[in-house]
């Protein structure tokens, strides 16, 4: 980025630089000089908007596991519309999966991460820990307008979604076809819990 350009988010600017470092690098090679960058700007700039480099990631933390919830917050109110299927999917992959990708790796390698988000946004907020509690309202939203059988654990659903997820953005998170592997993932698991046994 040329010099003298002002960036009118620079928080959310160098978040996007750190995204694309993990991606490509790997949360290891993550410095504030690297951060910096990547974004194309001096590396005053991280320093003018957080005390530390800790603080840096700690508030990356915090505002990606806020983006992540925010995006599932309304799942279960399409509880009864659509197909369980295509509300998951769409739901799940509204945030983008270079922002799972990022997140995956980074809670992994460095899991203090979790104590610090919770201590903002509450117990369960860190990383895609709320996924799996939403997802399971809903499902369980489902089942209780019959969209699911009466015997379906949606606890132990939410996990295998939830965990597909994880699993994809943790391993293939850059590869274009991630987002379909989710998809494919998610029917399948809904279809065989939609399986009513024979009466």
């Known amino acids: 980025m040329p010099r003298g350009v002002a960036i009118t988010e ?8 750190a995204e694309r470092l993990i ?24 320093f003018a908007h957080f005390a530390s480099f ?10 990606r596991s806020f983006q992540i919830a925010a995006a599932v917050a309304g799942l279960p109110d399409r ?8 509300n998951l999917s769409e739901t799940l992959l509204a ?13 992994a390698y460095r899991p203090t991460l979790t ?20 997802v399971a309202g809903y499902l369980t939203a489902e089942r209780h ?3 699911l059988p009466a015997a379906a654990d949606t606890e132990a659903l939410a996990v295998a979604v939830v ?17 379909s592997r989710v998809r494919r993932a998610i029917t399948a698991l809904t279809t065989a819990a939609t399986v009513r046994e024979p009466s």
Request: aromatic share 4%.
């Open 95 to 107: 945030t983008p999966m270079i922002t799972l990708l990022a997140v995956t790796r980074l809670f």
């Open 115 to 134: 104590q610090a988000v919770e201590a903002v946004l509450g117990g369960g907020s860190a990383a895609l820990s709320a996924l799996e509690r939403t």
């Open 79 to 86: 509880a009864g519309t659509g197909t369980l299927d295509a």
């Open 10 to 17: 620079p928080r959310q600017h160098l978040f996007a630089a």
């Open 54 to 63: 800790d603080d840096f990631l700690t508030g990356y933390a915090v505002d």
């Open 163 to 179: 965990g597909a997820l994880h699993h994809v953005a943790l391993t293939d998170g850059a590869d274009p076809a991630a987002a």
């Open 145 to 147: 307008i019959g969209r």
């Open 23 to 46: 991606a490509t690098a790997g949360p290891s090679q993550l410095t504030s000089r690297a951060v910096t960058r990547e974004g194309g700007v001096a590396t005053g700039l991280l």
